[in-house]
């Protein structure tokens, strides 16, 4: 089942990278030495380690996108690291220093993941299963200053009350700097400017107690109580479907919070055909992560024609229909500096074809094609199997090169006590799109033709 499991991952993440494991043993002969290290009386923790240590390499050796590994002598680097590794405690100690030794290929999607943020907050997306879940995550914008960054739409966090931009103190009473209720979501150590990010475990007693300030100036912290529920982020993107009302007008409004599973197509279709026929415009938001080019062309094909695609390196990439309503009214996309991967390759190619504007932050540069392998540890190292550069119109190499929104926004997050900039934006943005134009009316033929299976 795990292979299975690896296998669906590696052609959701970018639909091209294929999973083949390796033994460490393979590395080992080779790689022997440290660097004056003496390897030769390893306690049982310590061989464990190394065994972690040479289950990366390897994966490096057979599966990394870049047959030069950028440069780098992975023997060498095995040297360097192996004392260290060694000497580590298993663990998020352990990962810490392969995340460092991660961080000197300087790409995107090259890290070490706990096998529980993985479990629970990656694979149920890939499958669409439910986890019981907090619904929302913390980013350390500066050191010691946590902030609510992400809220799930229709989730736990958003039910109890919490905000965006709610600057978080305390989890189950205990300060948040070194909670052990915090997960690392993950990250790309390999590329600048990154803010850590976590995941919130769910409390042992099953209600999570946080206290959080809301304005830097309030005297008094809010404390709220949060009871985790069952929920996936596909389940919160058919949740953000909306109809905002401005200035006399009707914006349909989605949330993607990925495109790793078709659900998000589904909830797009049924909104275009459905919730959003009488519409003035619609506000489609890119930010968080990526996913599988598939399921990416499908919700990009309403608005503009997606590249051809070729469902394997080397081979001709072909025109497909992806059988998706069409809309032909105007049209606004957000992204932030989160936005990364498959996000990036739409908001390229959206830009590209001059859709409409592009509202919010500067991506950044994260667009390799990306799989999973497991290790020995139970945790896993995601790396970069593909370059994405033909996903993109005019094959741009977007890897290292942030897409430009054309109408910069930032993302004031800190003490935003749910206000969202860019959201705010792109609404009076496509207002002024929207504004002189005829209202829509209703068509008077109507479809049919059965329902179709939302796919939840």
Not at 305 to 320: H, L, W
Not at 389 to 402: F, Q
């Amino acid at each position: 089942m795990k292979t299975k499991a690896l296998l669906i991952v590696a052609l959701l993440l970018f639909g091209w990278a294929t999973y083949t494991p390796t033994l460490a043993q393979e590395v080992i002969a080779d790689d022997q030495g440290g660097s004056g290290f003496d390897a030769g009386n390893l306690t049982d923790e310590q061989k464990a380690n190394v065994e972690v240590l040479d289950s990366v390499i390897s994966t490096i050796r057979t599966q990394f996108y870049d047959k030069k590994y950028g440069g780098h002598d992975l023997k060498e680097m095995r040297a360097r690291y192996l004392e260290r590794v060694a000497k580590a405690e298993p663990g998020v100690p352990l990962h810490t220093v392969l995340r460092t030794m991660l961080g000197e290929f300087k790409v995107s999607h090259l890290t070490v993941m706990e096998g529980e943020a993985y479990n629970d907050h990656f694979a149920p997306e890939m499958d669409n299963t439910k986890r019981r879940q907090t619904g929302f995550d913390i980013s350390e914008l500066e050191p010691g200053e946590f902030f609510v960054s992400d809220i799930l739409t229709g989730g736990a966090a958003e039910a109890a009350g919490i905000k965006r931009g709610d600057r978080v103190l305390e989890l189950e009473g205990k300060p948040i700097e070194g909670n052990e209720l915090l997960l690392d979501a993950g990250g790309d150590p390999g590329l600048p400017n990154q803010h850590p990010h976590y995941f919130v475990r769910n409390p042992v007693d099953g209600v999570l107690n946080v206290k959080v300030r809301r304005h830097a100036d309030d005297r008094e912290p809010l404390n709220f109580e949060v009871t985790p529920t069952n929920i996936n982020m596909i389940q919160a993107t058919k949740n953000s479907v909306t109809i905002i009302e401005f200035e006399g007008r009707k914006f349909g409004y989605i949330r993607f919070w990925h495109f790793l599973h078709d659900g998000m197509t589904s909830a797009l279709k049924r909104a275009l055909k459905k919730e959003w026929e009488m519409c003035d415009g619609l506000i489609i938001d890119l930010r968080g992560r990526g996913g599988s080019p598939n399921v990416m062309n499908a919700c990009f094909a309403p608005f503009g024609d997606p590249p051809p695609m070729s469902m394997f390196p080397g081979m001709p990439g072909r025109q497909i229909d992806y059988n998706m309503p069409k809309w032909d009214r105007p049209v606004v996309a957000l992204q932030d500096s989160g936005s990364r991967s498959a996000k990036e390759v739409y908001a390229h190619n959206w830009k590209y074809l001059e859709i409409g504007p592009l509202v919010g932050e500067s991506t950044p540069g994260a667009v390799l094609g990306s799989t999973f392998a497991q290790l020995p540890d139970g945790s896993y190292l995601l790396y970069p199997a593909q370059n994405a550069r033909d996903l993109s119109w005019g094959k741009t190499e977007l890897e290292g090169n942030p897409v430009e929104p054309t109408h910069p926004v930032k993302d004031l997050l800190e003490y935003a006590a749910g206000q969202d900039t860019i959201k705010e934006a792109g609404i009076k943005i496509l207002y002024e799109k929207v504004k002189d134009l005829p209202h829509p009316t209703k068509e008077e033929e109507k479809d049919n033709s059965p329902a179709e299976e939302e796919g939840f």
